[in-house]
């Protein structure tokens, strides 16, 4: 789809479907329950847990920009990843990668230590050790490009067809880009998921997740399964989320406009020693990137000259740029991998996966450039003053 078709398919989502009032935007149905229309005779919806009209609006919509069959709106970004982990029994093998969102990490390592599946945490841009893990032939894949926090990529399309191959069903995590810069599934993969409080709802006031399914069945299965262990978004969270939605691309754009300034004024400056952005011509990713992204999305992290002194030093004399977990508002958020998002990730795994102490994270906002620019040079000058 390009990006003019996805402009006027967010913006149009769920208008004038109201048939009763006429409603122009579609209306918010909180209602836990709904009545039968008689004896054994259901409406499409009957108790909200399993359907909803507002939620099942979302889900049609992120069905729609993804290009995929079933959209299935959970309660959060995580409880997305939680429903994906239902179609694996305790001899399935997953393979993850090592530098995933910490969250999603924790989520994988923990249930596998349980004995819920068993798990194989490998280096997908290294060849071989990826090659090997497929020899083994995993249930499923998660791919997650860019990655959180260090921006690497994986060829989606090379990858799944790898995967395919041995029979494993291909999960893409599509948050750091949202269907407005990246389509995996019609690049292959079976299954891409969100966490819908990033980019998608874009204004850092709902936390909520979704999974679409290339195929019918599988999405059937999902939903079945979502509903079953109970975590299906609410009415209120898909409402807001829809309304975000409309202006994904229009924010995206403006978004991705500052990042490529952000990062070419780090690159220059003396207080940093590596910015991680794909949009660099030698950034490791960046034909991988060019091929199957539409842009080069907002996310960038770098590692400041100084260590973790030099990181509290800069975060204490920011103004413009919020210190929080998050990412994909239109507000300037900046945070620190280690200590925040990835937590979760015991030590060792951590630095294995290349997340030093002195890695910094950028969610660019929508602000004028020239102030986001000025704070960064403040907070960098001052962070490296003894
Ligand atoms: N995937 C990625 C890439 C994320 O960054 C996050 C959260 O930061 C999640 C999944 C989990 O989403 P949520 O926080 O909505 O549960």
Redesign the pocket.
């Known amino acids: 789809m390009s990006i003019n078709k996805i402009t006027t398919a967010a913006v149009q989502a769920g208008i004038n479907i109201d048939p009763h009032h006429g409603a122009v935007v579609a209306p918010i149905y909180l209602s836990s329950t709904y009545s039968l229309k008689g004896f054994n005779d259901k409406r499409e919806f009957d108790y909200s847990r399993t359907g909803n009209p507002t939620r099942a609006t979302f889900a049609q919509a992120i069905a729609t920009l993804e290009q995929g069959s079933v959209g299935i709106v959970t309660s959060?970004?995580?409880?997305a990843?939680h429903l994906i982990c239902q179609l694996l029994s305790t001899d399935d093998l997953v393979v993850i990668p090592h530098d995933?969102?910490g969250?999603?990490f924790r989520l994988f390592t923990h249930l596998a230590k349980r004995g819920q599946f068993k798990l194989i945490v490998v280096d997908q841009n290294d060849q071989k050790a990826l090659a090997k893990a497929l020899a083994q032939k995993p249930k499923l894949v998660l791919l997650?490009s860019p990655s959180?926090p260090l921006l690497r990529l994986v060829d989606i399309e090379q990858v799944t067809k790898a995967c395919h191959k041995v029979g494993a069903l291909v999960a893409v995590?599509n948050?750091?880009l949202s269907p407005a810069l990246q389509q995996p599934l019609l690049l292959g993969a079976d299954i891409v998921f969100h966490?819908?409080?990033?980019y998608i709802n874009g204004h850092s006031d709902v936390?909520?997740?979704v999974v679409v399914t290339k195929e019918q069945a599988l999405g059937e299965e999902l939903a079945w399964w979502a509903n079953c262990i109970g975590i299906t978004g609410s009415a209120f969270d898909s409402f807001l989320a829809l309304r975000g939605l409309k202006t994904l691309p229009i924010r995206i754009k403006q978004h991705q406009e500052n990042a490529e300034k952000v990062a070419a004024f780090l690159k220059n400056h003396t207080a940093i020693d590596v910015v991680y952005y794909p949009g660099f011509t030698d950034h490791p990713g960046h034909d991988i990137a060019k091929k199957q992204q539409s842009g080069f999305g907002a996310m960038l992290s770098f590692e400041i000259t100084g260590g973790v002194n030099a990181v509290k030093k800069l975060f204490d004399n920011l103004s413009l740029f919020t210190l929080a977990?998050?990412?994909g508002g239109v507000e300037s958020l900046i945070s620190h991998p280690p200590t925040m998002?990835h937590a979760g990730m015991e030590e060792a795994a951590r630095l294995e996966a290349g997340i030093t102490d002195s890695l910094v994270r950028i969610s660019v906002g929508i602000e004028a450039i020239e102030d986001i620019l000025a704070d960064l040079a403040h907070g960098l000058e001052q962070s490296q003053i003894a």
Not at 76 to 79: H, K, L, N, P
Not at 195 to 198: A, D, L, R
């Open positions: 959060t970004g995580m409880a990843v995933c969102y969250g999603s997650e959180n995590d948050t750091f966490s819908t409080t990033k936390v909520g997740g977990q998050s990412l998002t």
